[in-house]
């Protein structure tokens, strides 16, 4: 591997080179929600197969106003209807997302937190970018529109940090507990920052992730008034790509320290290697090389790398005029000459931008990506950009060995995130 991973650029970094280091983080669950699978085996088994998870939709309001736009909505979820408890019944959209996904990941790690107190030794944080973004939207209609009163509960709903309590409550965890909010980076700043606090020693195990619900009138009014959503499809690194399309839903994980999962028998589904994050520090829109690019060299230094040939990015890829281009650039800043041989793709274009959650169903993505030995396909890509010039695997799935999956998270703000995952 000959690319200029370290180039001096700055950001926070933290790496464990494979076999080296005191503790060891690894992904011991997975859980899944969103528009093209209510389980993992259903999100991946999509997106091999290059389903579009996007449709154009009339959204309405509680007043009955309306918005007609492309959105990526948990359809296979609302058909299942999923009985979530008293507590979580009473919630908004997002804390219902995550204690969804976070259950299946929590059942497939087969821990029992209540041995050995492990509750105690176990992290709850949960990312997301706006939290109760519906419940905030219906009460202020009920209240101008209607002179309705807010539901007892509203504060309890809308709250960045009540997906994150409600789980803390959920599993009986009680080591840190918090939210992250930091807009598309705020799902892999959980993931990191919870590996981090286990690679320290603060706890043994965590429940992290990041879930969004922002599918409602008044927000799909503002992103349109940005001018950078889709009309039709999404189609990221395409020439004639014209913007992002919303989705919702989480993607949660259980993370734990290697030895303790090593010695109960626990299924490995992969390792942080590494996790770097910094700010770009110079416009709230318009994404810099420079930081991106700093971010990954952080998530890298320190880490193994193998051969061009196997290492897999999912790109952020939005499908805006300006993040595909800048991703490019920072992809080959990092990985140099070596860029010209690794696998990218952007699955945005299947399962919508979720938001805050964008970087937990992504590095679940990256995940199954390294174990199965497939790129899953960038869909919807039909005119090849001179300024996108990667092999995003267009359109079609490809079997290839991976033992380097990254996941990139970049947000408005300039701030930056990027998760190294590895084979154990």
Not at 248 to 260: D, F, I, K, N, S
Not at 376 to 386: E, M
Request: with cysteine.
């Amino acid at each position: 591997m000959t690319g200029p991973v370290t180039d001096g650029a700055t950001g926070h970094g933290s790496a464990i080179a494979a076999g080296k280091g005191p503790r060891r983080v690894v992904v011991t669950g997975m859980g899944a929600v969103c528009a093209t699978g209510a389980s993992v085996e259903d999100f991946w088994t999509n997106a091999t197969n290059g389903v579009c998870g996007t449709e154009i939709r009339t959204i309405k309001a509680n007043d009955g106003t309306e918005i007609t736009v492309p959105v990526a909505q948990a359809d296979a979820w609302r058909a299942l209807n999923p009985d979530l408890g008293r507590d979580i019944a009473r919630a908004d959209d997002f804390s219902k997302f995550a204690a969804f996904a976070a259950d299946e990941a929590v059942k497939a790690s087969g821990l029992d937190f209540a041995e050995r107190d492990l509750g105690g030794r176990t992290a709850t944080i949960i990312g997301t970018g706006i939290g109760g973004q519906s419940s905030l939207e219906d009460t202020y209609i009920n209240m101008l529109c209607f002179e309705k009163r807010p539901h007892p509960l509203t504060i309890l709903r809308l709250i960045p940090n009540a997906a994150a309590s409600h789980l803390s409550i959920r599993y009986g965890l009680r080591g840190p507990a918090f939210a992250i909010s930091s807009a598309c980076a705020s799902g892999a700043h959980a993931i990191g920052v919870a590996a981090d606090l286990i690679r320290a020693g603060s706890c043994d195990a965590a429940v992290a992730g990041a879930s969004e619900a922002i599918i409602n009138k008044g927000a799909l009014q503002a992103w349109k008034q940005m001018h950078i959503l889709s009309d039709g499809l999404c189609r990221p690194f395409s020439k004639n790509r014209k913007g992002l399309i919303i989705g919702e839903g989480a993607g949660v994980l259980v993370l734990e320290e290697y030895e303790r999962a090593k010695a109960r028998g626990a299924t490995i589904h992969a390792e942080i290697l590494g996790f770097g994050m910094n700010a770009d520090g110079k416009d709230m829109i318009n994404p810099a090389v420079e930081g991106a690019a700093a971010a990954m060299q952080a998530a890298l230094a320190g880490v193994r790398l193998p051969d061009a040939a196997k290492i897999y990015v999912n790109a952020h890829g939005t499908g805006t005029l300006m993040n595909d281009p800048t991703e490019t650039k920072a992809i080959r800043a990092t990985l140099g000459a070596d860029a010209d041989h690794i696998a990218v793709s952007s699955t945005k274009a299947m399962h919508g931008h979720l938001l805050g959650a964008a970087g937990g169903v992504e590095s679940i993505m990256a995940i199954k990506a390294l174990g199965a030995g497939v790129v899953p396909p960038t869909i919807n890509y039909d005119v090849p950009d001179p300024e996108c010039d990667l092999d995003v695997t267009p359109n079609e799935a490809r079997e290839r060995p991976i033992e380097l999956a990254i996941s990139n998270s970049f947000a408005f703000g300039g701030l930056n995130a990027v998760l190294a995952f590895g084979r154990v």
